[in-house]
């Protein structure tokens, strides 16, 4: 009993409840992909196997194969982030996740939920992007100097 008891946390930390609000919005987030990829995975195969094949001529076997072409990027791109969720999820067990790459700060929780993958927080991500863009103006008057040289 007293083994039992020293395990619970005295106070449910703040830290706690974020943990448990990201894991929730991951787990929802994998739950509807999954669910989506499985589901129209089957799709394709019942598919697959009502089409009478035999006889079909070849406008409508090159229309449908263009469609299952469609139809498994998409599949791929979403397997893709279901693969990603479930990342996230393990840098979350391993308490990785929501921090900032470059400050190590938490990112916050409703830029986290617009981006669940997302690697910054806003002030770094908004400093990076104006760094690029300063790089990219200095690159093209470096270019029209150049050019105004030659
Ligand atoms: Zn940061």
């Given at each position: 009993?007293?083994?039992?008891?020293?395990?619970?946390?005295?106070?449910?930390?703040?830290?706690?409840?974020?943990?448990?609000?990201?894991?929730?919005?991951?787990?929802?987030?994998?739950?509807v992909l999954a669910h989506e990829v499985h589901g129209r995975l089957r799709g394709v195969r019942a598919e697959h196997e009502?089409?009478?094949?035999?006889?079909?001529?070849?406008?409508?076997?090159?229309?449908?194969?263009?469609?299952?072409?469609?139809?498994?990027?998409?599949?791929?791109?979403?397997?893709?982030?279901?693969?990603?969720?479930?990342?996230?999820?393990?840098?979350?067990?391993?308490?990785?996740?929501?921090?900032?790459?470059?400050?190590?700060?938490?990112?916050?929780?409703?830029?986290?939920?617009?981006?669940?993958?997302?690697?910054?927080?806003?002030?770094?991500?908004?400093?990076?992007?104006?760094?690029?863009?300063?790089?990219?103006?200095?690159?093209?008057?470096?270019?029209?100097?150049?050019?105004?040289?030659?």
């Open positions: 009993m007293a083994q039992a008891l020293r395990r619970i946390p005295v106070a449910r930390s703040q830290a706690d409840d974020r943990y448990e609000e990201l894991k929730r919005l991951l787990e929802a987030r994998r739950d009502s089409r009478p094949h035999a006889g079909a001529d070849f406008g409508e076997v090159a229309d449908t194969d263009m469609q299952d072409d469609i139809e498994f990027a998409l599949l791929e791109m979403k397997a893709e982030t279901l693969n990603k969720v479930h990342e996230a999820l393990t840098r979350l067990e391993h308490g990785r996740y929501g921090h900032c790459h470059d400050c190590g700060d938490e990112i916050a929780e409703a830029r986290l939920r617009a981006l669940p993958f997302a690697v910054r927080c806003t002030p770094c991500e908004t400093m990076r992007e104006r760094d690029v863009l300063r790089a990219q103006a200095e690159f093209r008057r470096g270019a029209a100097l150049f050019e105004a040289r030659g």
